[in-house]
């Protein structure tokens, strides 16, 4: 993978930390670069964990080319990434920026950020599937009041919700995205990529369909070596070996 | 009728179904899996019982699946049709009448998931929730992708499965995963004997159907669950 400017990439071997470099982002100027890194994390088998640097970012801008619009979803790339991806924000989380954080499995910010979604006020509206995806995570009472609305939540209000996982002190940001991301890469990384489909899954299904297909995903699971030398190490009382994601 | 692995009684209108495995710590073995689902169905039969609650005689709730069975099973095809078509769990979340779980100790795994399948959940502040799946390289088979979501919301689902990380009773509470706890057991037992007390006049046709178009709503359409609603109401009537 290329390190190129306004994204860089640091590949730790077992996982992945993207980061975007610039105060402001157009969505068109990251997007194919971004499309690319992700088409690579999805089959690279060594990548078990995906973390995004966004607390450089204080703005990303609407899409100049409206023919362009509806092709340039940052959202939909980070939908598509079967492995957990944790996302890392500070700061005024606003808008696009905002919407980019809400397809992340896991989301850590500082005591002083803030979210807004001002759309409404600017004659504009999301774009990037926040009508979509925030529901789905903070309940749809409160994503009126912060979409209709266009409602401030700090930090505090964001982890009451359920928006954020964690917040923690500033200069603590950088270590506890590292530490989280490592925790990661101790477990199986197949399980992880299984589960979090599963998971995904039960927003579009009814529960027996979903329980279904939970159970065709433990069974694929059966037959992977990480699964059999887990229990094994535990049936022995042995020290269990690092898992191989074979 | 007596069963190794689970206690039963029955007092009036309520069940109670208690997990008798306390040398594994309550570990779900395939026969402790069988006696519950059989106790399960006897419940669903039975017009008497109006409530069931699900709890201990240890002081584990439920450690999860026995270890100890896994790779005994001579077939990855055979085992997946079995528990799809003989799937305790989805017996559960279909079951037709209120169902508690009064918890303590460990509800890890499977017993977490379990917990995810009722309806009222009361716990001891002992209490210990824990998905340790991805950690063992399993994930969860007994709804728990699916049930989570139901109660609690995404971004808390992905928090306790991706990071098996330990819960307490108040980290769940907030969650909503339990509807109440306490640190005296005894006022826990008298919180569940109010609550099925109040049970007990309610109509068994009624709480059914209502206990039917609440679990409808986290699964169809708004509309398709406002035409269900006002089509048994008007049949009740």
């Avoid at chain 1, 890194?37 to 204080?58: R, S």
């Avoid at chain 1, 599937?129 to 505090?156: D, V």
């Avoid at chain 2, 079951?95 to 959940?121: A, H, N, Q, R, Y």
């Amino acid at each position: 993978m290329n390190n190129a400017e306004p994204i860089s990439v640091f590949n730790s071997g077992k996982y992945i930390i993207i980061s975007l470099e610039n105060e402001i982002i157009s969505p068109e100027e990251i997007y194919y670069d971004l499309n690319s890194i992700i088409q690579e994390i999805n089959i690279n088998q060594d990548i078990w964990v995906v973390g995004f640097d966004l607390t450089k970012v204080a703005k990303i801008c609407d899409i100049k080319s409206s023919s362009e619009s509806l092709n340039i979803s940052l959202t939909k790339l980070i939908l598509e990434i079967k492995k957990p991806v944790i996302g890392l924000v500070s700061g005024e989380i606003s808008n696009r920026l905002f919407e980019m954080i809400l397809p992340m499995d896991y989301r850590i910010t500082d005591k002083k950020s803030i979210f807004i979604m001002s759309q409404i006020f600017n004659d504009n509206m999301q774009f990037d599937g926040a009508t979509q995806l925030l529901p789905r995570i903070i309940g749809l009472n409160k994503s009126k009041e912060l979409i209709m609305f266009g409602k401030q939540i700090n930090s505090k209000e964001a982890h009451e919700m359920g928006l954020v996982n964690i917040i923690v002190d500033e200069e603590k940001l950088n270590e506890i995205f590292t530490r989280k991301i490592e925790l990661l890469t101790q477990f199986s990384p197949l399980a992880m990529q299984f589960t979090k489909s599963a998971i995904n899954f039960s927003k579009d299904t009814n529960t027996i369909r979903g329980m279904n297909m939970e159970n065709d995903l433990y069974s694929i699971l059966l037959s992977s070596k990480d699964r059999t030398s887990s229990i094994n190490s535990i049936k022995n009382k042995n020290k269990r070996k690092p898992y191989s994601g074979k | 009728m007596s069963w190794e692995y689970i206690k039963f009684d029955k007092n009036e209108h309520v069940a109670k179904i208690i997990f008798n495995n306390p040398q594994k710590n309550n570990a779900l073995n395939i026969l402790m899996r069988s006696e519950f689902s059989e106790v399960l169905n006897a419940c669903s039969i039975d017009d008497e019982i109006k409530v069931v609650i699900i709890t201990t005689n240890s002081e584990n709730f439920c450690s999860g699946a026995d270890l100890s069975e896994f790779n005994t099973f001579p077939s990855i095809v055979e085992s997946n049709l079995i528990s799809k078509n003989n799937n305790l769990w989805k017996d559960l979340y279909n079951f037709e009448k209120p169902i508690i779980c009064l918890t303590k100790g460990w509800v890890i795994g499977s017993g977490f998931e379990i917990i995810m399948l009722s309806d009222f959940v009361f716990s001891h502040t002992s209490s210990i929730f824990k998905m340790p799946e991805v950690e063992l390289s399993l994930t969860p088979i007994s709804g728990g992708t699916q049930t989570f979501l139901n109660k609690t919301n995404i971004a808390i689902a992905k928090e306790i499965m991706l990071f098996s990380e330990e819960i307490d009773v108040y980290k769940a509470y907030n969650f909503g995963i339990i509807n109440f706890y306490s640190d005296d057991y005894n006022i826990l037992i008298e919180q569940v004997r109010k609550f099925t007390e109040n049970i007990k006049t309610i109509d068994l046709k009624r709480l059914k159907i209502v206990k039917k178009l609440l679990n409808l709503s986290t699964e169809e359409n708004l509309y398709l669950g406002k035409h269900w609603e006002q089509y048994y109401s008007t049949t009740l009537r």
